[in-house]
């Protein structure tokens, strides 16, 4: 945490406020967070679940819309390329769900959307809000 910026006296003064989770866990009634290896450490996604529908907040694990066809194409903070490249890619099929729709916070005025498949692969397509 350090290389972030975060020091020892940060950290030890948040300490009693902090609870570590799993993978895969429900944190609150119907909401699931998912590490995302890869980008930095401790980055994490929210899966939100009611009605038989979905929306998953993937904050930085991709920054533009581009990457849904090539999640190979990293960002610079990507401390591992090739482990969040393998995320993302798994993250896109998870997308393509029915009754799934993305959070993508870095997409500027298009953060939500479905991915559909189209002839060259997958696409972000915006939904309404």
């Known amino acids: 945490m350090e290389a972030h910026g975060v020091g020892k ?3 030890a003064a948040m300490a009693p406020r902090v609870r570590n989770v799993a993978d895969g866990q429900e ?5 699931r ?3 995302l290896p890869g980008h930095t450490p401790g ?3 929210y899966v939100i679940t009611a009605g038989g ?3 998953v ?3 930085d694990a991709m920054h533009s819309p581009i990457q849904i066809r090539y999640p190979e194409w990293s960002a610079a903070p990507d401390h591992d390329r090739a482990q969040s490249a393998d995320f993302r890619r798994r993250l896109v099929a998870e997308l393509e769900e029915p009754g799934t729709i993305g959070f993508g916070v ?4 298009v953060v939500f959307g479905r991915v559909r498949q189209d ?3 997958p696409v972000w397509h915006p939904v309404d809000v």
Do not use: K, N, S
């Not at 944190?27 to 909401?31: A, F, K, Y």
């Not at 870095?106 to 005025?109: I, L, N």
């Open 9 to 11: 006296e940060m950290i």
């Open 27 to 31: 944190i609150l009634p119907d909401v």
């Open 33 to 35: 967070v998912r590490t």
């Open 43 to 45: 980055h994490a996604a």
């Open 53 to 55: 529908q979905r929306i």
């Open 57 to 59: 907040g993937f904050g």
């Open 106 to 109: 870095h997409f500027a005025d």
């Open 119 to 121: 002839e060259g692969g």
